[in-house]
Nanobody, 126 residues
Protein backbone atom coordinates (compact mmCIF):
# COMPACT_ATOMS: atom_id res chain seq x y z
CA UNK A 1 0.00 0.00 0.00
CA UNK A 2 1.23 3.46 -0.87
CA UNK A 3 -0.23 6.87 -0.16
CA UNK A 4 1.69 9.64 -1.89
CA UNK A 5 0.96 13.27 -1.13
CA UNK A 6 1.82 16.12 -3.47
CA UNK A 7 1.07 19.79 -4.01
CA UNK A 8 2.52 21.33 -0.89
CA UNK A 9 4.50 24.52 -1.07
CA UNK A 10 5.16 28.03 0.14
CA UNK A 11 2.30 30.54 -0.09
CA UNK A 12 1.26 33.88 1.32
CA UNK A 13 -1.49 34.37 3.89
CA UNK A 14 -4.85 34.53 2.16
CA UNK A 15 -3.74 32.34 -0.76
CA UNK A 16 -5.21 29.00 -1.75
CA UNK A 17 -3.51 25.66 -2.29
CA UNK A 18 -4.63 22.16 -3.19
CA UNK A 19 -2.82 19.07 -1.96
CA UNK A 20 -3.44 15.63 -3.40
CA UNK A 21 -2.96 12.08 -2.21
CA UNK A 22 -2.70 9.22 -4.68
CA UNK A 23 -3.39 5.75 -3.29
CA UNK A 24 -2.21 2.44 -4.69
CA UNK A 25 -2.21 -1.17 -3.56
CA UNK A 26 -5.58 -1.07 -1.86
CA UNK A 27 -9.25 -1.19 -2.93
CA UNK A 28 -9.78 2.56 -2.68
CA UNK A 29 -13.56 2.44 -2.25
CA UNK A 30 -13.16 0.20 0.82
CA UNK A 31 -11.51 3.10 2.63
CA UNK A 32 -12.54 6.34 4.19
CA UNK A 33 -9.81 8.96 3.76
CA UNK A 34 -8.51 11.64 6.07
CA UNK A 35 -6.10 14.54 6.15
CA UNK A 36 -4.07 15.34 9.23
CA UNK A 37 -1.31 17.85 9.93
CA UNK A 38 1.61 18.13 12.29
CA UNK A 39 4.07 20.79 13.38
CA UNK A 40 7.33 20.04 15.21
CA UNK A 41 6.83 19.40 18.89
CA UNK A 42 3.07 18.89 18.61
CA UNK A 43 0.83 15.91 18.12
CA UNK A 44 -0.61 15.12 14.73
CA UNK A 45 -4.06 16.68 14.46
CA UNK A 46 -7.15 15.94 12.45
CA UNK A 47 -8.01 18.27 9.58
CA UNK A 48 -10.71 16.66 7.43
CA UNK A 49 -12.18 13.32 6.44
CA UNK A 50 -14.36 11.96 3.65
CA UNK A 51 -16.21 8.67 3.56
CA UNK A 52 -15.71 6.02 0.90
CA UNK A 53 -18.09 7.49 -1.68
CA UNK A 54 -17.56 11.18 -0.95
CA UNK A 55 -21.06 11.75 0.39
CA UNK A 56 -20.04 12.51 3.97
CA UNK A 57 -17.33 14.94 5.06
CA UNK A 58 -16.08 16.18 8.41
CA UNK A 59 -13.77 19.04 9.36
CA UNK A 60 -11.86 20.33 12.32
CA UNK A 61 -13.29 23.56 13.71
CA UNK A 62 -10.07 25.37 12.81
CA UNK A 63 -10.54 24.75 9.07
CA UNK A 64 -14.33 24.56 8.76
CA UNK A 65 -15.49 26.90 6.00
CA UNK A 66 -11.99 27.32 4.55
CA UNK A 67 -10.90 23.80 3.55
CA UNK A 68 -12.70 21.33 1.29
CA UNK A 69 -11.95 17.61 1.15
CA UNK A 70 -12.98 15.59 -1.88
CA UNK A 71 -12.11 12.35 -3.61
CA UNK A 72 -12.07 10.99 -7.11
CA UNK A 73 -12.47 7.24 -6.88
CA UNK A 74 -11.78 6.72 -10.58
CA UNK A 75 -8.28 8.08 -9.92
CA UNK A 76 -7.77 6.64 -6.42
CA UNK A 77 -7.07 10.16 -5.26
CA UNK A 78 -8.19 12.37 -2.38
CA UNK A 79 -7.79 16.14 -2.39
CA UNK A 80 -7.68 18.92 0.16
CA UNK A 81 -8.45 22.37 -1.16
CA UNK A 82 -7.21 24.99 1.30
CA UNK A 83 -8.55 28.54 0.99
CA UNK A 84 -7.83 31.70 2.98
CA UNK A 85 -4.67 30.16 4.35
CA UNK A 86 -3.24 31.47 7.60
CA UNK A 87 0.28 31.24 9.03
CA UNK A 88 -1.07 28.86 11.67
CA UNK A 89 -1.96 26.40 8.87
CA UNK A 90 1.76 25.84 8.36
CA UNK A 91 2.47 22.14 8.90
CA UNK A 92 3.29 18.85 7.26
CA UNK A 93 0.06 17.51 5.82
CA UNK A 94 -0.53 13.75 5.83
CA UNK A 95 -3.23 11.71 4.18
CA UNK A 96 -4.45 8.50 5.76
CA UNK A 97 -6.73 5.60 4.88
CA UNK A 98 -9.26 3.94 7.18
CA UNK A 99 -10.97 0.71 6.17
CA UNK A 100 -14.74 1.03 6.33
CA UNK A 101 -15.45 -2.34 7.95
CA UNK A 102 -15.33 -1.06 11.53
CA UNK A 103 -18.18 1.41 11.93
CA UNK A 104 -17.24 2.26 15.52
CA UNK A 105 -13.97 3.85 14.48
CA UNK A 106 -13.49 7.58 14.71
CA UNK A 107 -12.80 9.66 11.61
CA UNK A 108 -10.67 12.07 13.67
CA UNK A 109 -8.48 9.68 15.69
CA UNK A 110 -5.02 8.98 14.32
CA UNK A 111 -5.03 5.51 15.89
CA UNK A 112 -8.12 4.56 13.88
CA UNK A 113 -6.36 4.89 10.52
CA UNK A 114 -4.61 1.97 8.85
CA UNK A 115 -2.21 3.54 6.35
CA UNK A 116 -0.35 6.83 6.15
CA UNK A 117 1.51 8.80 3.55
CA UNK A 118 4.90 10.46 4.05
CA UNK A 119 3.49 13.98 4.14
CA UNK A 120 3.85 17.21 2.20
CA UNK A 121 5.02 20.51 3.68
CA UNK A 122 2.73 23.54 3.53
CA UNK A 123 4.20 26.84 4.64
CA UNK A 124 2.08 29.99 4.89
CA UNK A 125 3.94 33.25 5.23
CA UNK A 126 2.46 36.35 6.78
Amino acid sequence: VQLVESGGGYVQAGDSLRVSCAASGLPFTDYNMGWFRQVPGKEREFVAAVNWNGADTNYADTVQGRFIISRQNSRNTVYLRMNSLKPEDTAVYYCAAQITYYSERSYSATNDYDYWGQGTQVTVSS
